[in-house]
């Protein structure tokens, strides 16, 4: 009777504290395992956040430049039969052309009136932490104002951190000739003192690199960058 009482006993022990010390030590491996892949997703998550934030703010860009773009030059001279027509009446076209810069005049509104556009490249700005950046201001034309210079352009910004051309195969803007051949602009050029060189563009490219503010969470560093280009071409 008292081995049975014994058996009983022995069936109705519980976990020693070594066994119980055990199941917490692997349980805690586990759950570092797993919250360890939940840090890495979220990590992953919020990188890809980022850059799709870079490349649809990129995107809409791009989309602005071609729309503007296909505006420059109209409205021509020549569709108006009176020939005394002021000068803000018709659209000369594109005006400057510098590897970081581009000002030309079009009906960009599409509500009869000619506009002075102006897309620049600004190294820095004391006000504004996001530069480098890319502005783009318009101006209503103007009977007394000089087409390349006589504006005083209010800019807003466009693009954020965008990465400094310097140095690079590329500058922000980029020429073309209608056969594909490309047209150097050198440090800048104007319909006033280069007009035949003016007339050869065809085609606009835009080369965007931007870097994300934030830091990569995985490097700490910012390398979140987006690159992204167009052509845009002079329709008229």
């Known amino acids: 009777m008292k081995l049975s009482r014994d058996r009983i006993r022995e069936h109705q022990s ?8 055990i199941t917490i030590i692997v349980l805690i ?3 570092a395992a797993v919250f360890s892949q939940i840090d890495q997703i979220q990590k992953k998550t919020k990188v890809e ?3 799709l934030d870079l490349t649809q703010e ?5 989309d602005q430049f071609a729309r503007d773009l296909h505006m420059c030059g109209y409205p021509k001279p020549r569709i108006y039969q009176n020939s005394s027509e002021p000068v803000t009446s018709y659209a000369l076209g594109l005006v400057k052309a510098t590897p970081t810069e581009i000002r030309f005049e079009g009906d960009i509104v599409g509500d009869g009136t000619v506009y002075s556009v102006s897309y620049k490249y600004f190294a820095s700005d004391v006000n504004d932490p996001n530069c480098p950046c890319l502005r783009r ?4 034309k103007t009977t007394t104002a000089d087409p390349v210079n006589g504006y005083n352009p209010v800019y807003y910004t466009e693009i954020q951190n965008v990465i400094d051309p310097t140095g690079m195969a590329q500058g922000v803007f980029t020429f073309w000739e209608a056969t ?5 602009v050198g440090t800048g050029i104007d319909i006033v003192n280069n007009p035949s060189t003016i007339q050869q563009i ?4 835009v080369n965007l690199n931007t870097r994300a503010l934030q830091f990569d969470p995985h490097t700490g560093q ?3 960058v987006n690159s992204m280009a167009t052509i845009a071409e002079l329709e008229n």
Do not use: N, P
Request: avoid cysteine; hydrophobic fraction near 50%; proline fraction near 0%.
């Open 137 to 140: 201001s318009v101006d209503k």
């Open 58 to 62: 990129s995107r809409d860009f791009m």
């Open 180 to 184: 594909g051949a490309a047209v150097s």
């Open 222 to 224: 910012r390398t979140i």
């Open 29 to 31: 491996i586990v759950m």
């Open 14 to 21: 519980g976990f020693s504290l070594i066994e119980l010390l």
């Open 49 to 51: 956040s980022l850059k």
């Open 202 to 205: 065809d085609a606009i490219k």
